[in-house]
């Protein structure tokens, strides 16, 4: 395979089908963080690579889609232990954007995306915690999925935050995605009525840039066509920057919970933005996860309330287009709050989330969302690929 982007850890792994079904000739990139059989996954991290193992089989979600007729070639890159957004890593590089090159590609599911992006992989695996999968989808101009929290299974993936970790998926178009996810869902029925309500979060769209908002804007009259409602509100009166708050602490303090004991005893060399991140999960107090567990309750069952099986809500996947590469200082890390601003709303309520290419800014990819209720992810990728067809 020729990698001119830098997407692939070992663009050479290949492991041929082992059934047929719906993805019968269709290739596949896996982040380098799930399991396959003799292979040692290195989570972005050479450290990790040194004191982990080859696997004694493959992850669970890779053999369903072997099962299946897709082939797995390669495996891509991925920022260190998918503890960022930006898919630039101090040790490995930062796989090429290829809509737009002298842009990042996002993260923490880089080469997956590039993967995808670059037609080397008709789809690709990733990991979604606080955004990995959504962000580099939006900002390489494809299809991203992170599902209900709990329906795909993550035997055979290196955790990050458990609560928050979900096996996602991307690819170039929406019924590739939703053939991916008919065998990842395990067949599960799309069930319920049909979406008839469609919400529009306007202090999520207040997030986004007033570029990004009205280019990601042209694509609202397609979906409002297929609802029967279509009305704006505000999620949360007191700002997304609260849940923003709890979401990093819980997840900070599962990530410590998972990482602390091998980060102590290994002291593995981490780029200067990871190292500061773990360093903070490290001085977090576990006194505070109570309230918090709470509040993200409250905060599930707002969003069940609000979308029951049959509600809608779209926002902007990020704020804007991909930085350009190497950007440091406090507007990185200012852009980084305002994007787990809007990642952070299906993280906590642990919603199916489907990103799509809405627009480009100059050249440049911007991604729109849609979130559906619990357990509502084929409906949903139905139903994007229905609204789609023909656009």
């Known amino acids: 395979m020729n990698d001119d982007w830098g997407a692939f850890v070992r663009p050479d792994l290949v492991v041929k089908p082992s059934g047929s079904g719906i993805l ?77 090159p ?26 979604d915690t606080g955004g990995s999968v959504r962000i580099p989808s939006s900002y390489c101009g494809i299809y991203g999925f992170r599902p209900t929290h709990g329906l795909v299974d993550l035997a055979g993936v290196v955790p990050l935050a458990p609560s928050f970790d979900t096996v996602g998926w991307m690819a170039g178009d929406a019924k590739t995605l939703l053939d991916v996810g008919r065998v990842l869902l395990n067949g599960r029925p799309s069930g319920g009525p049909e979406f008839r309500r469609l919400y529009m979060a306007e202090d999520a769209w207040a997030v986004a840039d007033a570029e990004c908002r009205d ?27 609260e849940w923003v708050n709890i ?7 599962e990530i410590w919970e998972t990482h602390g004991g091998w980060i102590e005893q290994t002291k593995p060399r981490f780029g200067p ?36 099986s049959d509600g809608l809500l779209v926002i902007p996947t990020a704020p804007g287009s991909a930085p350009l590469r190497g950007e440091s200082g406090d507007e990185v890390e200012q852009r980084r709050a305002r994007t787990l601003q809007l990642c952070c ?37 139905e139903w994007v690929d229905l609204a789609l067809r023909g656009r």
């Open 345 to 381: 709303i299906a993280g906590l309520a642990g919603l199916p989330q489907i990103t799509l290419p809405a627009a480009d800014l100059d050249g440049a990819p911007v991604g729109l969302s849609v979130i559906a209720g619990h357990g509502q992810d084929i409906k949903l990728l």
């Open 24 to 100: 019968e000739g269709l290739s596949f990139a896996v982040k380098d963080v799930f399991d396959i059989q003799g292979y040692t996954s290195g989570a972005g991290n050479p450290d990790w690579l040194l004191t982990h193992g080859p696997a004694d089989r493959h992850a669970a979600s890779i053999r369903l889609l072997l099962d299946h007729g897709a082939r797995l070639t390669g495996t891509a890159h991925t920022d260190e232990l998918m503890y960022s957004l930006d898919g630039e890593n101090e040790h490995y590089g930062t796989p090429v954007n290829p809509k737009t």
């Open 247 to 253: 979401f990093r602490v819980l997840q900070g303090l």
């Open 215 to 241: 280019a990601i804007s042209g694509v609202l009259p397609i979906l409002e066509s297929r609802v029967h409602e279509r009305k704006t509100i505000t999620l949360t009166p007191s700002g997304l920057a």
């Open 102 to 127: 002298e842009r990042i590609p996002g993260g923490s599911s880089s080469g997956s995306a590039v993967a995808v992006a670059a037609g080397l992989a008709d789809f690709a695996l990733g990991t």
């Open 273 to 308: 933005h990871i190292g500061k991140r773990f360093s903070w999960a490290s001085t977090l107090n576990g006194n505070e996860s109570r309230d918090l567990l709470q509040r993200r309750q409250h905060i599930k069952q707002q969003m069940a309330q609000l979308l029951g």
